[in-house]
């Protein structure tokens, strides 16, 4: 009883859990002094400091973030484009995740001939910066009409995006034995109900990862914002950036705090709620077997 008593003490424990406490403040102060600053009052944080809770807690900081800061365009808050980061996240999110599905299933099971070259061609879209893209890209909405539009947002980020949620879903359905698939073929089964009967209910911890890592990327970018998009399409990112920077009046810092945390609420709530299941599904599909 004592061995095991001591074991749970060892001085190699104590400090790994130190390391991981100290990183943990490292990344929770921030987060900390946001939220506190952002219920605060001007006078309280011309007169307090950073990480002083507030004297009067006040939510005017949020209302008028939400509804009456100036972002550069106008002074009706950030609220009509936290709605326009949702009408450009959510599409994208969903078909670059399906078309990453469809295209892994038709890599790793239906392989044609220099399928392989292809998805190592593919794979080259992944570590392509942003801005190799803005010039052709910008081309390209210019001569379909989508400029300055919500849906050009959303095409740019499902092309940005399919070449990572193919590399998640074709190596995840490369671990599924190619006996199942045969055998549904035996039975009669084509291209496509083996595609939506057997193969993507088996899929939630890959769906999980691409639905999480999507939409991250897609909520939290910035540059194809504020390149391919202008005045009332913004996204929310690009609207936060002018609103910190607005340059009138006396700097409301409680504002830009709140406006802050409102940007970075979605985000939160997804890893918060689904956060689990993103590494699960990554080493899912890391064994073949």
């Known amino acids: 009883m004592t061995d095991v008593v001591r074991t749970g003490f060892r001085p190699s424990r104590v400090a790994v859990y130190g390391v991981l406490l100290l990183a943990a403040l490292v990344y929770l102060i921030p987060l900390f002094i946001m939220l506190v600053t952002s219920f605060k009052t001007p006078m309280d944080i011309r007169t307090g400091n950073l990480m002083s809770l507030p004297t009067d807690w006040t939510v005017i900081g949020w209302t008028k973030a939400w509804s009456e800061a100036c972002t550069g365009v106008d002074c009706g808050g950030i609220r009509g484009y936290f709605w326009n980061s949702f009408k450009m996240t959510v599409p994208a999110v969903l078909i670059s995740t399906l078309l990453g599905a469809f295209n892994g299933y038709v890599l790793s099971k239906w392989k044609f001939k220099g399928s392989n070259l292809f998805f190592g061609m593919l794979l080259f879209g992944c570590f392509v910066p942003f801005q190799v893209v803005l010039l052709p890209m910008a081309a390209t909405l210019g001569q379909l009409g989508l ?143």
């Open 147 to 289: 400029a300055n539009t919500t849906t050009g947002l959303v095409l740019v980020h499902v092309i940005y995006g399919v070449a990572f949620t193919t590399l998640f879903f074709r190596n995840y359905y490369v671990a599924i034995p190619d006996a199942l698939i045969k055998a549904a073929r035996l039975d009669g089964a084509g291209f496509f109900t083996i595609f939506f009967r057997i193969l993507l209910p088996m899929s939630t911890p890959i769906f999980m990862v691409s639905l999480i890592w999507q939409f991250t990327q897609i909520w939290n970018d910035f540059l194809f914002g504020v390149v391919f998009a202008s005045g009332d399409s913004q996204p929310i990112t690009v609207a936060l950036n002018n609103l910190v920077n607005t340059s009138t009046g006396v700097k409301e810092y409680n504002v830009d705090m709140a406006a802050a945390m409102i940007a970075a609420l979605p985000t939160l709530v997804v890893y918060i709620v689904a956060g689990k299941y993103f590494i699960r599904g990554l080493t899912a599909g890391s064994v073949k077997g």
